[in-house]
């Protein structure tokens, strides 16, 4: 009994789309003239392929009313140690700061927390807090004259500012055609231009390692050096020849060397600029491979990448994507409540 209601209602269900599809085929041949429609106009028209599948551009709006207000004379940005590790190399100082910076389209105060890694053989004997004293003096310094210069550069734009941003969403789902090396189909955003990977390459490079001598007992030892390249030289006293009678050979035959020993000066190859990060004071002569620390924001997606800095200083900003409609509605609120709350 079970099993005939089952078929007779697979019948039903059965009848019921056959017929729908007998008496609407002006709907199903709509539909389908639609989609080939569709499929056309896509294929034939660059522009619209373009609008589909290349990329968008979005306009982010940001809020730079506090960085105008702000009185970055008086900006302490409380620098304070966080924490101090060590091992039997280096110390490892985590420490904080406030600052200024975008989020969620507005500038707004921030908490910043970085570590500094710091060589026992290069502190010495020297005290660990006056080393940091002078590290986080100089950081605080670049710090306040970076937002200084923004704040000149903003309040010249007037109280706001905006940035477009270009999301390529023409790549997502693409597959990789290994052969052409290419993404089939994949209509090009930006012009194609030749890259100067070698020029690429030294810009973003970081120096890792140091190479010089690491051997203490050299003339050339560098306690900079991270690695060492086989360059240590060493003093090398010449023997004078002894007669069995105990005096020089030239005693021994009576006879006088009038010729006065001079020693010919060692030269010492390595960085002789003090200010430079690989200095080392044993060195007589240049050899040009000094290198010095450039500080700056290192990633090319950021706003304020420095394509001159070797050193990353997590001074980069980046484009903050738009905020959804209910978010913006949410932070509205709260910070009216917030308000609110102050008054």
């Known amino acids: 009994m079970f099993n005939e209601r089952q078929s007779k209602k697979k019948s039903d269900i059965l009848n019921s789309l056959t017929g729908f599809i007998k008496y609407n085929n002006g709907f199903v041949f709509a539909f389908v003239a639609l989609f080939l429609l569709t499929g056309v106009v896509f294929a034939a028209s660059p522009q619209a392929r373009e609008a589909i599948i290349s990329s968008e551009e979005k306009i982010v709006s940001v809020d730079n009313s506090l960085l105008l207000s702000a009185d ?8 304070k140690i966080e924490d101090i590790r060590e091992n039997e190399e280096k110390y490892f100082v985590a420490y904080s700061y406030k600052t200024l910076d975008v989020l969620d389209s507005v500038w707004k105060e921030a908490e910043i927390r970085g570590t500094i890694d710091v060589s026992k053989d290069f502190l010495g004997k020297n005290d660990l807090g006056v080393y940091l004293q002078e590290e986080l003096g100089e950081i605080f310094e670049f710090k306040i004259d970076k937002l ?4 000149a550069m903003e309040k010249e734009k007037g109280r706001s500012f905006k940035v477009a941003s270009t999301e390529y969403s023409g790549l997502l789902g693409r597959f990789l055609d290994p052969k052409e090396k290419m993404f089939p189909g994949y209509e090009l955003v930006v012009e194609k231009k030749e890259v100067d990977f070698e020029e690429q390459n030294r ?3 970081r120096p890792e390692i140091i190479l010089g001598c690491v051997d203490a007992d050299a003339l050339n030892f560098n306690p900079l050096a991270t690695g060492d390249d086989e360059s240590c030289q060493y003093h090398v006293e010449e023997e004078t020849p002894v ?27 390595g960085c002789t600029d003090d200010t430079a990060t690989n200095f080392n004071p044993e060195a007589t002569e240049d050899d040009g491979s000094c290198e010095y620390i450039i500080k700056g924001c290192t990633d090319p997606v950021a706003t304020n990448y420095d394509e001159t800095a070797n050193t990353d200083d997590e001074s980069c900003v980046f484009p903050a994507p738009e905020p959804e409609p209910e978010a913006i509605e949410q932070e509205n609120t709260s910070e009216t409540a917030t308000t609110t709350d102050e008054i």
């Open 72 to 79: 970055l004379d008086n900006f302490g940005m409380d620098f």
């Open 148 to 151: 200084k210069k923004i704040q």
């Open 203 to 205: 810009l973003t490079a």
């Open 243 to 269: 007669s069995p009678s105990g005096g020089s050979a030239g005693e021994a035959s009576g006879e006088q060397d009038d010729t006065a020993t001079t020693t010919e000066p060692v030269i010492v190859a």
